[in-house]
């Protein structure tokens, strides 16, 4: 059983363009809620990440969305780039950094 | 990328015999954990280590056996390899606890089990 559940599972995109994650969650325990970028043969790569009481969150090119009512988030990655082609995952804290990790997200951003 | 170097990076076995990976820091991280990752699935948690000799189950820990004898060294061993036991590893390292601290995540060691 997944605990958040993600989609789509593969994205392209053209350059330029807005790319867009989304995640949803059920345990209202989760307190820290962190996208992670992985490149083929890497470990994965904190991107950025949200506390529950924010509902929005920007770095540079990179926005997380959150909705608690909903238990939902979503990345938003502003004039995605060729090098943004990564799988991309959502994750959430369950306590003592053990995270849950969404399915992944296999983004190809088309030049 | 932060000091965690797992070993090996690839390794063939077969069913039934006993495997072990390593992950070791430099960070003298608190908190040390193993992640396996299979396509459909993500990262699962498979057991983590919160100090020295202290250790817990996580969500897919059935097995697997862990060890924990000095702060840098975080042992992941499958006693009888199984075919489903095939995956990619990662070992990741917290320095805290709390909720908005970074795990940091080894390269993985790629495991096939035939």
Not at chain 1, 29 to 58: M, N, T
Not at chain 2, 53 to 79: A, C, M
């Given at each position: 059983q997944q605990q958040v559940k993600q989609s789509p599972q593969s994205l392209i995109v053209q350059k330029g363009g807005i790319s867009i994650i989304n995640c949803a969650y059920?345990?209202?325990?989760?307190?820290y809620f962190p996208w992670y970028q992985q490149f083929p043969g890497k470990g994965p790569a904190l991107l950025i990440a949200i506390r529950p009481d924010v509902s929005e969150k920007k770095e540079g090119r990179f926005t997380i969305s959150f909705n608690k009512s909903a238990k939902q988030f979503s990345l938003h990655i502003m004039?995605?780039?060729?090098?943004?082609?990564a799988t991309y995952f959502c994750a959430a804290n369950?306590?003592?950094?053990k995270l849950v990790f969404g399915t992944g997200t296999r983004l190809l951003v088309s030049p | 990328d932060a000091g965690i170097t797992q070993s090996p990076r690839h390794k063939v076995t077969e069913t039934g015999t006993p495997v072990t990976l390593r992950c070791h820091q430099?960070?003298?991280?608190r908190y040390m954990y193993w992640y396996r990752q299979d396509p459909g699935h993500g990262l699962r948690l498979i057991h983590y280590s919160y100090g020295v000799k202290d250790t817990d189950k996580g969500e897919?820990?059935?097995g697997y056996s862990v060890s924990r004898s000095k702060t840098e060294d975080f042992l992941l061993t499958l006693e009888s390899a199984t075919s489903s036991q095939t995956s990619v590893y990662f070992c990741a390292i917290s320095?805290?606890?709390?909720?908005y601290t970074e795990a940091f995540f080894g390269q993985g060691t790629r495991l096939t089990v035939v």
């Amino acid at each position: 059983q997944q605990q958040v559940k993600q989609s789509p599972q593969s994205l392209i995109v053209q350059k330029g363009g807005i790319s867009i994650i989304n995640c949803a969650y059920e345990n209202t325990a989760f307190d820290y809620f962190p996208w992670y970028q992985q490149f083929p043969g890497k470990g994965p790569a904190l991107l950025i990440a949200i506390r529950p009481d924010v509902s929005e969150k920007k770095e540079g090119r990179f926005t997380i969305s959150f909705n608690k009512s909903a238990k939902q988030f979503s990345l938003h990655i502003m004039d995605s780039q060729p090098g943004d082609s990564a799988t991309y995952f959502c994750a959430a804290n369950t306590g003592f950094q053990k995270l849950v990790f969404g399915t992944g997200t296999r983004l190809l951003v088309s030049p | 990328d932060a000091g965690i170097t797992q070993s090996p990076r690839h390794k063939v076995t077969e069913t039934g015999t006993p495997v072990t990976l390593r992950c070791h820091q430099t960070e003298n991280h608190r908190y040390m954990y193993w992640y396996r990752q299979d396509p459909g699935h993500g990262l699962r948690l498979i057991h983590y280590s919160y100090g020295v000799k202290d250790t817990d189950k996580g969500e897919v820990s059935d097995g697997y056996s862990v060890s924990r004898s000095k702060t840098e060294d975080f042992l992941l061993t499958l006693e009888s390899a199984t075919s489903s036991q095939t995956s990619v590893y990662f070992c990741a390292i917290s320095e805290s606890k709390a909720a908005y601290t970074e795990a940091f995540f080894g390269q993985g060691t790629r495991l096939t089990v035939v």
